[in-house]
DNA sequence: TTCTTTTGGTAACGCGCGTTACTTCGAACG
DNA sequence: CGTTCGAAGTAACGCGCGTTACCAAAAGAA
């Protein structure tokens, strides 16, 4: 909790109280410095015209008869006293909001920023603002469906356009009730009532691009380190690793799948038990799918214990594309990444069809899981 | 760019067209759905008092002359209707937004989300909302004062009370003028012109509880595998290194000091440098302080590949809690921490105070660095 | 009984801006 | 010379709400 703040020994001047006083100071110099408060009125009196044309040119309105001088008198009056629109009073007359709002959970989420990253560049070019709330609470008493509804009602009395519903791995969620009363679409999730359009990664196209790549590089007998076999990650990535291998005419032997904690430590117990169940060249794979880096990450280690060189003896291939993991991994990590920042993009640009009244392509969309080629293959 | 969006399988309706028409059924059945735009006179109406009525109750006056009775048929009618109020009404009508707004690298940012993290969290307790605006652009050519400019213009735009700027790693920053305009607070960087106010890990603090960490284990012989020597981080940190040995009447040898690139890479040639200098028990330290995790996580493979264990043979203690690398690591790898959520938070404090014109601690406030024991000392 | 105070409200203004309907004036037209 | 018409601009309303000033009736006080 920060208790031990103290004044910086290397900041000279002490400026402690330097609250700003809330007066307003009423004509100071004839300085350029934007003046706190000036209005739309202010630049009208100040152009000789009236509110209304300043309006006019401002919002750059086609079929509006103001002169060319009048209208550069007023942008130079702009200009000069600093006026700078009022967003709220412009979405409270136009009743439009040019906002999004965005519920995630940020707590949790090595990966929520990635989303977040992603819709909010794509809604800067949009023009607009993106609101985001977070559905779950530091002093809450874990993520509780409370949170979740107060922050969708508090995004609502923004007058939030379209909502954006974000989880921080793939699976089904229950949306709170009132997103209905806007556009809605969730990223990296999907409704378990069906109703909403969402946007997920493809997980199959995943894991048939990982194995594609192994087998590519020559390697038939692939062991598999599966996820909690449930989630639908681990169901999609398996589900591609077959079609990979089926496709080669080869089939996955069930021998060589080993489910662990989605963990370093879970990865490090599973590839020991796949590569302590052979000999090598005696039905020891050549080449390990981790469903995920951090399980690759002990895989890395369980490999190097046994002397074995990454990948000449063994080819590690992982997915989700941890960053932070990845490309530190010693060799670095081949992964497959999962397209975090384009289903951000791609769910402001579909939140903005919806709020334009036009159609959307499909009630589902997969983004490709993209292969980024390292070292460990 | 996810091109590849293609219908899912699993989604077995299509409801593609699900564009919400905008138009207002005028009074449907009394369901107690919450009918979109129920507007204060609305209820007013409804519950047959006026207008004036309702703000009161629902801005629990002080002093409002309301009778019970009145007051509880006015709050059922909020239910009932389903009325939601208008924040943007309520902002322009009482001339305070509500809102903060933080501009912040997101792109670059492994780190920034904790920032915002911290400060969303206390915004949220605060009642505040969080605007989040980008000093970078996916689409700009770098990070440009353009973009920032920009930001706090937008942010501005939409009459936020006060403004957050935070940085990604601890330097100096030059901040926009239009930032005078509100209170403004700078994290994990400051001011270059020493005139706002700022929120900086104590680096000091930090390099001495690592150090007296590695003393009080044993350890007298201490590498240093060091950053750029230039930027505030580095400075600090080995400061307070020094100050730790000098307690315990210790000197810093200068050739146990190496600098590298920040990176894991770095820190594996930094750390063969240091090891290699020396034979076991003749000057060779047993323990090294990494003055970030990635080198930390390189100076492991340097240990490893000697055969030489963590942290019996050597102790490693990182810095920066970089949590993927940290935790995961094997052995997980004990280090201090960059305090960025508490600096989120406190900086919203620091915010809270200013726009209430209260007086603030210092110009600089310092937040502690903890020590986070894990096993590889 | 008359005057003052309290209780329980309401009318009306303004926040800053978008927007529609209207006015004025000079030029072209018949 | 009267009429029409476009150019240039303005008055005024309303968005949803906070807030101040005011008012009517009931309850005490003198």
């Given amino acids: 909790m920060a208790k031990s703040t103290h004044a910086a020994a290397s900041a000279p001047a002490a400026h402690a109280a330097a609250a700003r006083p809330a007066t307003s100071a009423p004509a100071s110099t004839g300085a350029p410095a934007a003046q706190r408060g000036v209005t739309m009125a202010d630049v009208a009196k100040a152009a000789g015209v009236s509110r209304t044309a300043v309006s006019f040119v401002l919002s750059n309105r086609e079929n509006a008869s103001i002169s060319e001088e009048t209208r550069t008198r007023i942008l130079e009056t702009v200009q000069v006293l600093g006026y700078r629109p009022n967003a709220g009073a412009r979405a409270l007359a136009s009743q439009r909001s040019d906002w999004y709002g965005i519920v995630t959970e940020i707590v949790t989420a090595p990966f929520a920023v990635d989303i977040i990253k992603g819709a909010q560049d794509q809604a800067w070019l949009h023009r607009r603002f993106l609101l985001i709330a977070p559905s779950d609470q530091a002093d809450a008493t874990g993520p509780n469906q409370g949170m979740e509804d107060a922050a969708v009602e508090k995004l609502l009395e923004q007058r939030v356009e379209g909502l954006l519903y974000a989880a921080t791995y793939h699976r089904a969620v229950h949306v709170p ?65 077959r079609e990979a291998l089926a496709a080669a005419g080869l089939e996955l032997d069930p021998e060589l799948v080993v489910s662990g904690h989605a963990t370093a430590d879970g990865g490090y117990e599973a590839a020991c038990e796949i590569l302590d169940k052979y000999q090598a060249g005696a039905g020891r794979p050549t080449a390990l ?77 997969m983004v490709d899981c993209p292969l980024l080629e390292r070292y460990s293959v």
Same sequence: chains 1, 2.
């Fill in 177 to 241: 009730k009132s997103a209905n009363e806007v556009p809605t679409v969730l990223i990296n999730c999907f409704d378990a009532d069906g109703k909403l359009p969402s946007i997920v990664p493809d997980e199959r196209a995943g894991g048939r691009v990982a194995v594609e790549r192994l087998l590519q590089a020559g390697h038939s007998r692939i062991g598999v380190i599966n996820l909690d076999p449930d989630i639908p990650a681990a169901v999609g990535r398996l589900e591609g690793c």
């Fill in 289 to 365: 799918f981790c469903l995920n880096d951090r399980m690759a990450m002990g895989a890395y280690d369980a490999i190097k214990e046994r002397g074995l060189a990454i990948p000449q003896d063994i080819a590690v291939i992982g997915f989700d594309n941890q960053e932070l993991i990845a490309a530190y991994l010693r060799p670095k990590l081949t992964t497959v990444a999962l397209p975090f920042e384009e289903m951000g993009a791609l769910g402001v640009q579909t939140l903005a069809s919806l709020t334009a009244g036009q159609p959307i392509t499909a009630h589902q969309q």
